[in-house]
DNA sequence: GCCAACGTTGGC
DNA sequence: GCCAACGTTGGC
């Protein structure tokens, strides 16, 4: 079992857009950067257990749980010419790029805010409390996971 | 393979 | 909306 940390533009879709959609599912799609496609690909797993992030909002914050309901398959919108994800550089016979379904779990009472988490002492190593760090497909250690899911209560 | 120019992310 | 910090592109 391994936990992670998925970035989200709430304009665009948020927590409560996935509570709301069929069955509580969406395809996550338009990860167009290498190294967070290359954890789709390679080690997110069914069952995984992944934090949801609202980036770029009012208050940038872990929001809720959420769990992958299907692991690695490809990406089509990056063949769909009136997706915003289309790339034309993808070639259909060598796909490029990779979704995974996203199940919703719970959406926190408490969410916890960036600020709150850069300011906790025991989630100094957290990549994305590191400077600079953009990735929107990122690891979380189990130690991590559990104070996380700790604060929400 | 270097690296300057350009594009994107995302907090503030 | 600004801009720092990255990532990507493409000429050489």
Redesign the pocket.
Known sequence: MNYWLM?S?PDEFSIDDLQLSKDQKTAWQGI????ARNFLRDQVKQNDLVFF?H???KV?AIVGLVEVSQAATVDMSAFDINSTYFDK?SDIANPKWIQVELHFMEKFNRPIS??QL?ADPRLTNMV?V???????VQPVSAEEFEHIMFLSR
Do not use: H, I, T, V
Not at 130 to 136: D, I, Q, V
């Open positions: 970035k533009e167009r950067n290498y190294q992030y980036s770029s909002c940038p550089k960036l600020k850069k994305l590191a400077k600079g760090a953009r990735l929107s």
